[in-house]
């Protein structure tokens, strides 16, 4: 056989192993530290980044694996930030699957009826799984960022349970609390009672809170 024919089925054997190879440990299921399996990337977490931490929790044998298997499929630079939850055994295709296809878990925050625009910050400001981007806004700031036309965010944030992946800001929260409110707002103006002696539903609104706070209705 020609040497230049033996190399070439030579270099052609080895790359069907290496093939086989990254085929048996992309399928293969991972050693599960625990279920469900909780981990968080911050924003930029690279793949490298991703198969490192993933090799500290225990979950990921081989890291450099795990490198070699997102660049050969391309999906290198497309890692998600956020929270993730495993709630049962995966394959290292599946995990990287998860990653670049941003598959996060999603946490809540709640609005609860009587809350304060102050008690509302507070909470968000508490929160570890917001990125915090109002925290040094002023009130009026706050209120343009959300689309808000009035002049005091007192009240005109819908008291409701809102669901969010983690990483996404605070004032995302602010602005669909906002919006809430607003079409509660409209719904409810539309079918007010004729001759009442208010112009708009924001003086609705203001009418509808001192009822409230001195009632409790």
Known sequence: MPPIKRALITLLTILLLMVAAMAFY????????????EFSLKQGTSLKGISRQMHQDGLIRNEQMFVWLGRMLGRAGEIKFGSYQLEKTVSPLE????????????????????????????????????RHDSAAMSEAEILQRVGASE???????????????????????????????????????????????????????????????????
């Open 95 to 130: 995990l990287l699957n998860i990653v670049t296809e941003g598959r996060v878990s999603q946490t809540h925050i709640s609005i609860i009826e009587g809350t304060t625009f102050k008690q509302l910050r507070d909470t968000l400001d508490a929160d570890p799984e917001l």
């Open 151 to 217: 002049a005091h965010a007192e009240g005109l944030f819908f008291p409701d349970t809102y669901y969010f992946a983690s990483g996404v800001s605070d004032l995302a929260i602010l602005k669909r609390a906002y919006q809430t409110m607003q079409q509660h707002l409209q719904k409810n103006w539309q079918q007010r009672a004729p001759g009442l002696p208010l112009q708009t539903p924001y003086q609705a609104l203001i009418l509808a809170s001192i009822v409230e706070k001195e009632t409790g209705q």
């Open 26 to 37: 992309a399928l293969r299921p991972l050693t599960m530290p625990a279920i469900p399996f």
